[in-house]
């Protein structure tokens, strides 16, 4: 196995604006505005899907919800596992997403496509292989120590094992737009490679650390699948906001599921501003591509 430096790739070609080229032709016109209805269609479907959320429920449906000991301990709890995740997850994605920007060893493509798999993997099988993970001797021996399934730490592991494949993700992105050659300048003037990681490298990515550090709480946020699997939907001990949603939904209670879906959606939206603010939508581009 080498780790020896990669060339970094050139960035790539920033399209043009949104506005029309100038001297756009009367067919440009058509054939864009042919575009913006096609891509409408979706754009409204979205904005219907929130209005409808909107007219389901009220503001007093939606303190009744915010009063409710289940719906505040899932609010706690979510806030809680959302933020051990994150920090999880920045953990192991900050050395993976370098070590795969900067190095290039004998299965690298192997190891790349193993750090996909949960993003590609459905959420439900996600969490069922947890669940059989920890039915193995190496499994009931940990939860000898402490208890893991159906509890607390599940939750955060099944969030972290999706979470975190975005941060990694978001980090190699970053580390690929980072050229090496500043690495390269200090360590020539007596700087070892760690010192040129923490005084140079990591500087220049806390962007991308912050986009994928957003992207991960987000993501922690709504996971569902994994969670109910792993987890189970035990009120005032594994409930989160989406399994939030669903006992609401299961009881009739639809009112406060909408209004507990309609709190998620004001996260999600207030997440996604602070990606575009400090991030950049190129950051968000990197986290979300396989």
Same mark, same amino acid.
């Given at each position: 196995?080498?780790?020896?430096?990669?060339?970094?790739?050139s960035?790539?070609?920033?399209?043009?604006?949104?506005?029309?080229?100038p001297g756009?032709?009367?067919?440009?016109?058509?054939?864009?505005?042919?575009?913006?209805?096609?891509?409408?269609?979706?754009?409204?479907?979205?904005?219907a899907?929130?209005i409808?959320?909107?007219?389901?429920?009220?503001?007093?449906?939606?303190?009744?919800?915010?009063?409710?000991?289940?719906?505040?301990?899932?609010?706690?709890?979510?806030l809680?596992s959302? %933020? *051990?995740?994150t920090?999880? /997850? =920045?953990?192991?994605?900050? #050395? $993976?997403?370098?070590?795969?920007?900067r !190095?290039? @060893?004998r299965?690298?493509?192997?190891?790349?496509?193993?750090?996909?798999?949960?993003i590609?993997?459905?959420?439900?099988?996600?969490?069922?292989?947890?669940?059989?993970?920890?039915?193995?001797?190496?499994?009931?021996?940990?939860?000898?120590?402490?208890?893991?399934?159906y509890?607390?730490?599940?939750?955060?592991?099944?969030?972290?094992?999706?979470?975190?494949?975005?941060?990694?993700?978001?980090?190699r992105?970053?580390?690929?737009?980072?050229?090496?050659?500043?690495?390269?300048?200090?360590?020539?003037?007596?700087?070892?490679?760690?010192?040129?990681?923490?005084?140079i490298?990591?500087?220049?990515?806390?962007?991308?650390?912050?986009?994928?550090? %957003? *992207?991960?709480?987000?993501? /922690? =946020?709504g996971e569902?699948? #994994? $969670?109910?699997?792993f987890?189970?939907? !035990?009120? @005032?001990?594994?409930?989160?906001?989406?399994t939030?949603?669903?006992?609401?939904?299961?009881?009739?209670?639809?009112?406060?599921?909408?209004?507990?879906?309609l709190?998620m959606v004001?996260a999600?939206?207030?997440?996604?501003l602070?990606?575009?603010?400090?991030?950049?939508?190129?950051?968000?581009e990197?986290?979300?591509?396989?």
């Amino acid at each position: 196995m080498s780790f020896l430096p990669e060339k970094s790739p050139s960035p790539p070609h920033s399209p043009p604006g949104g506005h029309l080229p100038p001297g756009a032709s009367g067919r440009d016109r058509v054939f864009f505005a042919c575009l913006w209805i096609l891509g409408g269609v979706y754009l409204v479907l979205i904005l219907a899907m929130l209005i409808a959320d909107l007219t389901y429920t009220s503001p007093s449906h939606f303190l009744q919800a915010l009063r409710s000991p289940e719906i505040r301990y899932s609010i706690r709890l979510s806030l809680l596992s959302c %933020t *051990l995740t994150t920090v999880l /997850s =920045l953990w192991v994605a900050v #050395p $993976i997403g370098y070590l795969m920007s900067r !190095t290039h @060893f004998r299965g690298k493509g192997l190891v790349d496509a193993l750090l996909d798999i949960p993003i590609v993997l459905p959420p439900l099988v996600i969490g069922l292989s947890l669940l059989i993970l920890f039915q193995t001797p190496p499994g009931k021996a940990l939860e000898r120590w402490i208890s893991v399934t159906y509890a607390i730490p599940s939750v955060i592991l099944a969030q972290f094992m999706v979470a975190a494949a975005f941060a990694v993700r978001t980090l190699r992105g970053t580390f690929d737009h980072i050229s090496p050659r500043q690495e390269q300048v200090a360590m020539t003037l007596g700087c070892s490679r760690s010192q040129a990681f923490w005084l140079i490298v990591l500087p220049e990515a806390r962007r991308g650390l912050l986009t994928a550090a %957003t *992207l991960a709480w987000a993501r /922690s =946020l709504g996971e569902f699948g #994994p $969670i109910l699997i792993f987890s189970g939907a !035990t009120r @005032f001990k594994t409930e989160v906001l989406p399994t939030t949603v669903f006992l609401e939904l299961s009881v009739g209670h639809l009112e406060a599921a909408v209004a507990v879906s309609l709190l998620m959606v004001m996260a999600a939206v207030a997440v996604l501003l602070l990606i575009r603010a400090f991030g950049g939508s190129r950051s968000l581009e990197q986290g979300v591509r396989p």
